[in-house]
């Protein structure tokens, strides 16, 4: 079983470009997430999805746009890249969305330059 | 939501001591709780999870403590080694409703040899 699996491991992006960033799962979990990890700010929710046809707004969702068009798949979407938006991505997924284990991809590094 | 915090930032130990990391959370109705080692250029990793109806879980090396009274938990890890060394997080991924997982910022642990 993969688990959770990201694409690209890495990538520099020209500011303004529109870039996708992958996330599958092979455990027919019914939620997933979309973090970002900045130094000294730690974890910090995106985007979610409860179950396959819904997305909700977390934490950070400004400049970010999600879809879940089926249970494995959630893309994370930059619509027009900026700076700031330079981080490292962690997609995770959970049975529920609440009350039970969430478990983590490997990571996407985004440099927007 | 809810926030998690940690104690400390960096907590550095000799190899073969015990290790304790300490994590505070806000929301009384908190009810599950995740503990997470990341290692530099990964993603976080299930160490091991409590829920509100126990005090203590132990795994191997790794014992979580919950005191609900003071709304505290703590990770242990016995007889520290040099693959220890990461970074730790506590999460809340409490149930109901649609309460969304939140983490600490995480613990750096540094296992001197």
């Known amino acids: 079983i993969a688990g959770i699996t990201q694409a690209p491991t890495s990538q520099i992006l020209a500011a303004g470009r529109r870039m996708t960033l992958r996330c599958t799962q092979d455990?027919?979990?019914?939620?997933m997430y979309w973090y970002r990890q900045d130094l000294g700010l730690g974890l910090r929710l995106i985007h979610y999805?409860?179950?396959?046809?819904?997305?909700g707004k977390g934490e950070v969702p400004d400049g970010y746009s999600v879809s879940r068009a089926n249970t494995d798949d959630f893309p994370l979407t930059l619509a027009s890249a900026v700076p700031s938006q330079t981080s490292v991505y962690f997609c995770?997924?959970?049975?529920?969305?609440?009350?039970?284990?969430?478990?983590f991809g490997e990571g996407s590094w985004l440099t927007v330059v | 939501g809810e926030s998690v915090g940690l104690h400390l930032p960096t907590l550095s130990v000799q190899e073969g001591d015990n290790s304790i990391i300490n994590c505070a959370y806000s929301?009384?109705?908190?009810?599950?709780f995740i503990w997470y080692k990341q290692e530099s250029g990964k993603g976080p990793q299930f160490i091991i999870d409590i829920r509100s109806n126990m005090d203590k879980r132990q795994g191997q090396r790794v014992t979580v403590l919950l005191n609900k009274t003071v709304k505290h938990l703590s990770l242990q890890i016995a007889a520290t080694q040099p693959g220890d060394s990461a970074v730790y997080f506590c999460?809340?991924?409490?149930?109901?409703?649609?309460?969304?997982?939140?983490f600490g910022r995480g613990t750096s642990l540094i296992v001197h040899p």
């Open positions: 455990m027919r979990h019914n939620a």
């Open positions: 929301n009384s109705a908190s009810d599950y």
């Open positions: 999460a809340d991924a409490s149930s109901g409703g649609s309460y969304i997982p939140t």
């Open positions: 995770a997924s959970s049975y529920r969305c609440s009350g039970n284990t969430i478990y």
């Open positions: 999805s409860n179950t396959a046809g819904t997305t």
